[in-house]
């Protein structure tokens, strides 16, 4: 009886082995390749239409803003500080965007847009009721805590909604989003600020985002799910978030606040370095590093990202300064220079074209290539004669409009279909975290350009704009300081040509495609 009990018990427990390596199996093998069930068109298209909202939230700001800032700086008899307004959102919407595509791959991307929305609410009610300049500054901070997260989240949203190989069918309808805020925005801020009060540009986004956050919690509740577990670095975080606003802080200040070479601007260089270096140690030392290795590590991420930030740094630029070219070559009204400037601004043509190729074409990053080359031509023609006449710069605007437009979905889409649905948000986040850099830095070298052009002189408190039309009306080549600004751009474009012909043109998946799935880091 004794050998017959143990045997028995031997045999439960080879029976128990077998069972638990079962088990195990099982588990490694859905953690390896569990696909969640692809959405029907119908609702991928019900999440998308709830998603428009909060982009648009973000998008609007963007343009809303900028027209009621001269009402402002009266209401508070504050211009100086007037800038901070600007450099405070972009400050901190830069910094966070990472942050925020890493959450959203560890806690979920609905959970995020939500924390997002009701942020950026928070910050925009804080400024609508700010009683002085530094209250406002300090709610434009606040709002671009939750505004830095909108974007990447949005595009992660987008990247586990619709295959790669189909995006291109919803550009058609992202790009109204964008148009509407590009041409509504400035025209709506204007008009609040100018005939009612700077406050309701502000009061705008809350029932706005309101609307977003309603939509947000019920359309999305259908979006799959690719988590994996995850830890936040947050000394690493802080490392990239520092060097990042130390470094943006000289590019806003330097040659307007202070001289370029001044002891302050070298300081917050020096140190944005430092912290730069620190965070690139962190990266090989972390046991789950802010940045995967694997995402940085991914030719594909390196070369679109490189050129969706040299593409978005070309039209940043220009559309900062190409007005003030209108209005001091041209001699166009400020509202008049607003009108010109649209053909510059409405990048939706040339987005949605090489969002249609990619649908269908497995080559898909000629578009692109032919459209940067089409957009250098047009600024070559402005860098050998800057005082063309207006209907033709305004044609070569256009072009060049159309073909920066042209890049931004094939770079985006070409990162997301290279790396893990797990990491799409910390990948998008880091996108639009170094397009963010980028464009500052070429606002920074296009301001410096003119300042230099019109010898105007930092910290004596005279601006650029009243300089140069000053400068115009004594027989100065004003047209020839714009050719420099055309050149910078043209340098840009050709970097962001040159990084996408070295873009791995990878197939596109389709909706029963899973990622290619690479070790989480």
């Known amino acids: 009886m004794n050998f017959d009990a143990r045997a028995d018990e031997r045999v439960e427990t080879v029976r128990d082995d077998v069972r638990t390596d079962d088990a195990r199996a099982v588990t490694r093998s859905a953690g390896r390749s569990a696909i969640p069930k692809p959405l029907s068109h119908a609702q991928a298209r019900a999440i998308f239409v709830g998603l428009m909202l909060a982009v648009f939230l973000a998008a609007l700001n963007q343009?809303?803003?900028?027209?009621?800032?001269?009402?402002?700086?009266?209401?508070?008899?504050?211009?100086?500080?007037?800038?901070?307004?600007?450099?405070?959102?972009?400050?901190?919407s830069t910094a966070v965007?990472?942050?925020?595509?890493?959450?959203?791959?560890?806690?979920?991307r609905r959970a995020m847009m939500l924390t997002c929305i009701g942020v950026f609410m928070a910050g925009s009610a804080a400024c609508a009721v700010a009683p002085?300049?530094?209250?406002?500054i300090l709610g434009r901070g606040l709002q671009g805590l939750g505004g830095g997260g909108i974007l990447p989240v949005?595009?992660?949203?987008?990247?586990?909604?619709?295959?790669?190989?189909?995006?291109?069918?919803?550009?058609?309808?992202?790009g109204v989003v964008w148009v509407t805020s590009g041409v509504g925005g400035p025209i709506l801020g204007g008009v609040l600020s100018e005939h009612l009060h700077w406050s309701l540009v502000f009061w705008l986004n809350v029932p706005l985002a309101l609307a977003a956050a309603l939509m947000t919690y019920t359309r999305l509740r259908q979006l799959p799910r690719h988590e994996r577990p995850h830890k936040l670095d947050i000394l690493g975080a802080g490392l990239m978030m520092a060097a990042a606003v130390l470094l943006l802080l000289a590019l806003t200040w330097g040659g307007t606040r202070y001289p370029w070479a001044s002891l302050p601007i070298l300081s917050l260089i020096v140190a944005s370095g430092l912290f730069s270096l620190a965070f690139a140690w962190r990266l090989t030392h972390a046991p789950e590093p802010f940045l995967p290795m694997s995402v940085l590590a991914n030719p594909v991420m390196r070369m679109a990202t490189a050129s969706n930030s040299f593409s978005m740094a070309a039209s940043i630029g220009l559309t900062i300064y190409v007005p003030l070219y209108y209005e001091v070559v041209h001699h166009l009204s400020a509202s008049d220079s607003g009108f010109a400037l649209i053909p510059l601004a409405l990048t939706t043509p040339g987005s949605i074209l090489s969002g249609r190729v990619m649908m269908y074409m497995r080559h898909y990053k000629w578009v692109s290539m032919v459209g940067l080359v089409l957009g250098l031509a047009a600024l070559g023609t402005l860098i050998w004669e800057p005082a063309l006449p207006l209907g033709i710069v305004i044609v070569l605007m256009a072009v060049v409009g159309f073909a920066i437009g042209t890049v931004f979905p094939v770079c985006t889409v070409s990162i997301q279909n290279a790396v893990p649905h797990h990491q799409v948000g910390v990948a998008m986040g880091a996108m639009n975290f170094f397009r963010a850099l980028v464009s500052a830095f070429a606002v920074a070298i296009m301001g410096a350009i003119i300042l230099t052009g019109v010898g105007v002189i930092p910290h004596t408190g005279t601006g650029v704009g009243s300089s140069m039309i000053a400068a115009s009306m004594m027989g100065a080549d004003v047209a020839f300081?714009?050719?420099?600004?055309?050149?910078?751009?043209?340098?840009?474009?050709?970097?962001?040509l040159l990084t996408l012909v070295f873009m791995e043109e990878r197939p596109l998946r389709g909706r029963s495609e899973p990622a290619t799935m690479e070790p989480a880091e």
């Open 481 to 496: 300081v714009f050719r420099w600004v055309f050149a910078a751009g043209f340098a840009f474009l050709a970097a962001a």
């Open 132 to 136: 002085d300049m530094l209250m406002l």
């Open 97 to 108: 965007a990472p942050l925020f595509g890493k959450l959203s791959d560890i806690h979920g």
């Open 63 to 92: 343009t809303i803003v900028a027209t009621a800032l001269p009402t402002i700086g009266r209401a508070f008899g504050d211009f100086e500080n007037l800038s901070w307004v600007v450099t405070a959102y972009l400050l901190t």
């Open 154 to 174: 949005a595009q992660a949203i987008m990247a586990d909604t619709i295959a790669p190989r189909e995006r291109g069918r919803y550009q058609a309808y992202m």
